[in-house]
């Protein structure tokens, strides 16, 4: 196949990027494609665009096998008006002018994987939700559900569109795992707020695999939930990671310093939701990294 991978060079497309790049022929827009270039495996070429105009790269779309978004600044900051503005037009108006130039395509895009995110369901330790659970309201869902409606257009060329509703990605390189370790190599760390919360994670690896599960699976369109299938609360995670890292994880972050440090956005770590992975095992995927032990175990090689 052809891909055509927009953020190809973030914490996901640079996984992507070296797993797929043995079978598949490669193509990334970025903003500076020199420098890019200089970075990307061998054999994967770069394509200059700026995220906000029409321009040449635009032919790239026409004919290419499958189109995969990953574009969007990390929602892992305080949420200041200027960031919620930044977060909306990284996501929605780059993904509608990806769509613009999938519309000019003499050839349409064959395949479109589109990220999403799990912040589109209700954020409640109560939740339990899968692909057919409804959206909820607030910044987060409604962000989803733009991010969503702005990638709908290409599925009228003909285009097989699968939204990937991604969870907490488990990963070294960026997501959350990094950031959480180095309080539990202290020996100061502990699950964060009340603990009862739901951790919907998944290991960077299936993340991968997924994806390359949806792109060759020509019957299979829509939202699919990119979690593990056996979530975490935010205590089973502490006490998981404390035993793998052999730490103590004892010394609980409060929520009120949560809020404090992240504002706004102190409400998607408190709350959480359960959410599960249904289509993708309905459709067959077999999950690398099932349970949250053996996924930490892989990334940190214990």
């Not at 209700?122 to 692909?131: L, R």
């Not at 309080?183 to 994806?211: E, N, R």
């Not at 699976?217 to 939202?223: P, V």
Request: overall charge neutral; proline content about 6%; some cysteine.
């Amino acid at each position: 196949m052809r891909i055509v991978i927009a953020g190809g060079t973030g914490f996901i497309g640079k996984a992507m990027l070296a797993a797929y790049r043995a079978e598949h022929t490669l193509e990334v827009l970025t903003r500076d494609p020199s420098a890019a270039q200089a970075r990307l495996p061998e054999g994967v070429r770069a394509i200059g665009w700026d995220g906000a105009t029409l321009g040449e790269w635009v032919n790239r779309l026409d004919g290419a096998d499958a189109v995969i978004n990953l574009v969007g600044e990390s929602i892992a900051q305080r949420w200041t008006p200027a960031v919620k503005q930044r977060l909306w037009d990284s996501r929605v108006k780059t993904t509608e002018l990806l769509v613009q130039a999938a519309q000019r395509a003499s050839t349409p895009p064959r395949i479109w994987l589109q990220a999403s995110a799990i912040g589109i369901y209700d954020q409640s330790p109560d939740t339990t939700a899968d692909e057919s659970s409804p959206p909820a309201s607030g910044f987060l869902a409604d962000l989803g559900k733009a991010w969503e409606a702005a990638a709908q257009p290409v599925a009228s060329l003909g285009t097989r569109l699968c939204y990937m509703r991604i969870g907490v990605v488990l990963g070294l390189e960026s997501g959350a795992l990094p950031q959480m370790l180095t309080p539990f190599k202290l020996g100061v760390g502990g699950p964060i707020g009340s603990g009862k919360q739901w951790l919907s994670w998944i290991h960077l690896s299936d993340v991968v695999g997924a994806a390359a599960f949806l792109l060759a699976r020509d019957d299979l369109s829509g939202a699919f939930n990119f979690t593990a299938p056996q979530p975490a609360t935010m205590d089973e995670f502490a006490k998981t990671l404390g035993r793998v890292l052999l730490r103590p994880a004892i010394i609980r972050a409060p929520a009120f310093a949560v809020r404090l440090m992240l504002g706004e956005m102190a409400e998607f770590v408190l709350q959480g939701s359960r959410v599960l992975p249904k289509r993708l095992l309905e459709a067959g995927y077999e999950f690398r990294f099932p349970t949250l032990e053996a996924a930490l175990r892989d990334l940190l090689g214990k």
